[in-house]
């Protein structure tokens, strides 16, 4: 059974620094592993998408890896700032077909700081 | 493009009674995915809809249940409400392949007292 864990649970960091969110998943067998964003009572809105061919997404001053083999992907942050407040949440599909179904870890709430 | 919509956003129901929730997807899109999150849980999948069939299930007892129109809108169904449904419901669209990216609506907030 795929299991996703997201550590850590929190975070608070001063604005501008750097930061890795890490999230980890049991099964290898993936299609591909989606970073969300939710922001206090909203839906989630996704920030990156890595197929399981690919090594790292960028958007911005975000930056997405994938380690199939060892299960383990990582978020970077660059010079975090207030409005990247939010819980991110990762988020695995299956390899075979699993349609729309995602498994997601339990989020890591980020707090940047001014 | 219009984003996901969902309907109501907020609701308050009371043990036993049933509820229906309503999704319109993202135009052109044809998959529609609901998931429950709930503090302790966090999100779980429900069940997924593709061109009015049902594509995948989650593991929630046969209270939950759903159906996908012609024009792809879905509609989630909870029978007989208890405590424990209090949650908030999102639903996810794509164009239903495995590759692309699922977009959320901003969820309807069920509380059950």
């Known amino acids: 059974k795929q299991e996703v864990t997201q550590i850590p649970a929190a975070l608070s960091v001063p604005e501008g620094e750097n930061l890795v969110l890490n999230c980890s998943f049991t099964?290898?067998?993936?299609?591909?592993l989606q970073w969300f964003r939710q922001d206090p009572g909203k839906g989630l809105t996704s920030l990156l998408l890595?197929?399981?061919?690919?090594r790292e997404q960028t958007s911005g001053r975000l930056n997405a890896s994938l380690d199939k083999s060892s299960g383990r992907s990582t978020l970077y942050i660059a010079a975090s700032q207030p409005g990247d407040s939010a819980t991110y949440l990762c988020?695995?599909?299956?390899?075979?077909?699993?349609?729309?179904?995602?498994?997601f870890g339990q989020g890591t709430e980020l707090s940047v700081k001014p | 493009k219009a984003g996901v919509t969902q309907t109501p956003r907020y609701l308050i129901k009371t043990r036993g009674q049933q509820v229906t929730l309503s999704c319109s997807p993202i135009?052109?899109?044809?998959?529609v995915s609901w998931y429950q999150q709930t503090p302790g849980q966090g999100l779980q999948f429900l069940f997924e809809?593709?061109?009015?069939?049902?594509?995948n299930k989650g593991n929630f007892p046969g209270r939950f249940s759903g159906r996908q129109f012609s024009n792809s809108r879905s509609e989630m169904n909870v029978s007989t409400l208890e405590l424990g449904d209090s949650a908030l419901y999102l639903c996810?669209?794509?164009?239903?392949?495995?590759?692309?990216?699922?977009?959320f609506g901003p969820g309807t907030r069920l509380l059950v007292l």
């Open positions: 996810a669209s794509s164009n239903g392949q495995a590759q692309e990216t699922q977009y």
């Open positions: 099964d290898s067998a993936i299609y591909n």
């Open positions: 890595i197929q399981s061919s690919q």
């Open positions: 988020a695995v599909r299956r390899l075979y077909n699993q349609g729309g179904k995602l498994i």
């Open positions: 135009s052109g899109h044809r998959s």
């Open positions: 809809y593709f061109s009015e069939t049902q594509r």
